[in-house]
Structure formats: structure tokens, C-alpha cells
């Protein structure tokens, strides 16, 4: 028998019993596929847990099956609660690092393909997007670039396709550019309309934005370049392999995967990929 445990969600002095939430998780997230179609039924559940208990404490909630009510029938919760399980969003250049990383080895990875296509798959917001457009535009790929940026929610979907800046932090940003590994000057990717500013229309051009689930889809497109932000451990073991042989066959032999962590030795696909030296959780495609 189990033994109940303290909830971060519960007033002083409550318990749970781990069963009884595990059960009440599993209803939720099956509520969520079936009300909205966003499946992360096979997603990693501690990481699932901690993003459910983050939205019960920002509500006030007790238990999972409090807020799967609220879920079904209060307008705007269940958008709250895709929401927090979705990949978090990034800002322009807020990974200068990254940013580099992708500067680097998407550059010279693209350069050879007569019309390259990049996945950005579960994109990590308009932030993200922006970013590898103006640095595949200064690496001299743009132009002849397709980027495919999906999501699975359409909500969130909408909201990076009418997505903008205050124009106000456009200065700020400058030093996270440079530091990405840019030249010129971040202001100048952008046009500024009532202070607000959004990427130059050659650039957003380049973007394709499209609904689509790593859990559920086939795969539609063969790319020389996919980026995935989300950590393959966010994902359970069967959902996991499910990702990186989609991943597999959606990527051209000797187009290259960057990911959120590193393959294991376990992993079904393995072989396939030669690590692109000194660039972790970059692949190239060998097989």
C-alpha cells in the first residue's frame, strides 16, 4: 500500500496519496487530448507533475482533479494549463551561446543544399524563429531557407504568428546579439509601427508556422537542419524513441539534429549520428 506524501499543492499539514494523484494525472491528461487534442499522455510524469502542481498553487487548488474541473468547465484553464506543459517560450537571443552554436553549424551545414528546409519542431516561441532567421540571414542562407515552426496548440500557435516587441526593448537586446555571435545591428531586422516592433516581412517570409504533435504525427517533409528546444528526457521512454525516429526520418542523410540534451546509448537511432565536434547535443545524420 502507498504511503501518502505532502503535496506542494495542499494547505499546511495535508497529505495525497502518490497513487490517487498518479490516477488523477493520468484522467487529466487524457481530458486535455480529448477536449483539445495536446497529447502528453507519454511525456515525462515528474516533469508533467511539477508543471500541474505550479498551476494548482497559481489557483489555489488541492488536488488534480480540482483542476481538471476547472480544466472542462472555467474559461481560460485549460489554456493556462497547455500552457505551462508546452515548451517554455524564449526570447530573441536570450541563449547567446545557443544562438552561436546554431550560427555555426547551421551555416555551414546549409550552405550546400540548393533550397534547405529547417524544423524548428515544438518551437520555443516567435523569440526563437526570429533569432535563427536573422542569423541564417547573416550566414547567407536565408534567402533560399524554408523554416517550418510548429507547435501541436493552436493557441499558442496564433499567438507566435501575431507575435511583436515593444520597440522600447530593442536597444537592450543589442548586447545578447552581439554576444550570439552578431555584426550589425538587431534594430535594423526590424520594423517599428505605434511601438511596436516585428521582423521585416522578407525575413517573418521565410517562416512557416504549422500545428503539429511529435506524439501523434507522421512525418511530413524531409529536412536538412531539425532543432528541437525540448529535452529529450521530458519525454517517457516510449514517447522518447517515438520523437528521434521521427526525427530520424524526417532528417536528410547528413543534415544535422540539435536537440535540448544528448542521445544515450540506449536510444534506437544512435548509430546513425556522429556528434558534430565541439557542439553538444548537435548531430549529424551518417545512416
Known amino acids: 500500500m502507498s504511503t501518502p506524501v505532502s503535496s506542494a499543492a495542499c494547505g499546511a499539514g495535508s497529505t495525497i496519496d502518490p497513487a490517487l494523484e ?4 493520468a484522467l487529466l491528461l487524457e481530458a486535455l487530448h ?9 511525456h515525462d510524469r515528474a516533469l508533467v507533475r511539477r508543471r ?16 481538471q474541473e476547472r480544466v472542462l468547465h472555467e474559461p481560460g484553464a485549460a489554456a493556462a494549463v497547455l500552457r505551462a506543459l508546452a515548451v517554455q517560450h524564449s ?12 550560427r555555426e553549424v547551421l551555416g555551414k551545414s546549409l550552405c550546400s543544399a540548393p533550397v534547405p528546409k529547417v524544423w524548428l519542431a515544438e518551437c520555443a516561441g516567435a523569440g526563437q524563429a526570429w533569432t535563427l532567421a536573422i542569423l541564417l540571414c547573416e550566414e547567407g542562407v536565408l534567402a533560399r531557407t524554408e523554416i517550418f515552426a510548429t507547435v501541436a496548440n493552436e493557441e499558442l500557435l496564433a499567438e507566435m504568428r501575431a507575435a511583436s516587441l515593444d520597440a522600447a ?14 555584426a550589425g545591428q538587431v534594430a535594423d531586422y526590424f520594423e517599428v509601427r ?11 517570409a521565410r517562416i512557416t508556422w504549422a500545428s503539429y504533435s511529435l506524439a501523434t504525427d507522421a512525418s511530413c517533409n524531409e529536412f536538412q537542419a531539425i532543432v ?10 516510449a514517447l522518447r524513441q517515438r520523437v528521434l525516429r521521427l526525427f ?29 565536434r565541439g557542439y553538444p547535443a548537435w548531430y549529424k545524420r551518417v545512416a
Request: glycine share 14%.
Open 22 to 25: 498518479a490516477l488523477e494525472i
Open 34 to 42: 480529448a477536449r483539445h487534442g495536446d497529447d502528453f499522455r507519454d
Open 52 to 67: 500541474l502542481l505550479g498551476v494548482m498553487a497559481e489557483r489555489g487548488l488541492v488536488t488534480v482533479s480540482g483542476l
Open 91 to 102: 526570447a530573441l537571443f536570450d541563449d547567446p551561446p545557443r544562438a552561436r552554436e546554431a
Open 169 to 182: 526593448t530593442l536597444p537592450a537586446l543589442q548586447q545578447q546579439y552581439r554576444h550570439g555571435g552578431g
Open 194 to 204: 505605434d511601438g511596436r516592433a516585428v521582423l521585416l516581412p522578407h525575413l517573418r
Open 228 to 237: 528541437c528546444c525540448r529535452d529529450p528526457r521530458d519525454f517517457g521512454p
Open 248 to 276: 530520424h526520418d524526417s532528417l536528410a542523410r547528413f543534415g544535422v539534429l540539435g536537440i535540448g540534451g544528448e542521445l544515450r546509448a540506449g536510444d534506437a537511432i544512435t548509430a546513425a549520428y556522429q556528434p558534430v
